[in-house]
């Protein structure tokens, strides 16, 4: 008994130092990424305005996608879910996107800090930089590498244009029907149209 009487309040003060410097790297990277944009912060430059190790934000975060998602509380990074969707193959990738995107954001909590980034990116540049950095870098590069061709990266940005006006109706305006809209539904509705940006054949005047 008095041996786990001992260890008890060790355990605690390691669980709280751990949250402290949790805290620590959020309020750091917060304060970078709206200072130096997604692109040009760095792991280490976080690392150090936090007085912490770099292996700590690797250890709580995983990457710098990671930490620039828990910053605004958005529903997680799209790195990894979008190479996983492009190793399949662009057949019926529209709707895999749009069904996958649905998903992610339904599950998450609270979706307030990123509305307030993409409400302020219409009148902040530092706001609409950090976000259009992080969709260029984690989903639309993605996308338009997959692609190629001299289109790709047009095709790639409007999709993210679909998605990012799905998330503004859904989520921040709570437009109707689509707010309550089941998810198959939208993705009946929207996923052809995804994919004909992906694969169909470009406009005639295209050029």
Do not use: C
């Not at 975060?61 to 990671?66: A, E, I, L, T, Y």
């Not at 605004?72 to 969707?85: C, D, K, Q, V, Y």
């Not at 190793?87 to 800090?113: C, K, M, N």
């Not at 095709?155 to 305006?173: E, I, K, P």
């Amino acid at each position: 008994m008095g041996a786990e009487e001992s260890t008890e309040p060790g355990r605690r003060g390691r669980w709280r130092s751990g949250l402290e410097s949790k805290q620590k790297i959020l309020d750091a990277a917060r304060a970078r990424f709206s200072a130096d944009g997604y692109e040009q912060t760095t792991v280490r430059a976080i690392a150090a305005d936090a007085g912490v190790d770099p292996s700590m934000i690797h250890y709580f975060f995983g990457s710098k996608d990671r930490l620039f998602a828990a910053v605004l509380n958005a529903p997680g990074s799209p790195r990894e879910p979008i190479a996983t969707m492009l190793a399949d193959g662009l057949d019926g990738l529209g709707a895999h996107i749009v069904r996958r995107f649905l998903q992610v954001w339904d599950g998450t909590d609270d979706l307030e800090p990123l509305m307030a980034l993409t409400r302020s990116s219409v009148s902040r540049e530092e706001s609409a930089g950090m976000l259009r950095e992080f969709i260029d870098k984690e989903f639309a590069g993605q996308i338009a590498h997959r692609l190629g061709g001299p289109d790709a990266e047009l095709r790639a940005a409007l999709v993210s244009a679909q998605l990012f006006g799905l998330a503004t109706a859904r989520y921040a305006v709570r437009l109707q029907p689509v707010a309550q809209a089941d998810h198959e539904v939208l993705v009946a509705w929207l996923g052809p149209i995804v994919q004909s940006l992906l694969t169909g054949a470009a406009p005639a005047d295209a050029d």
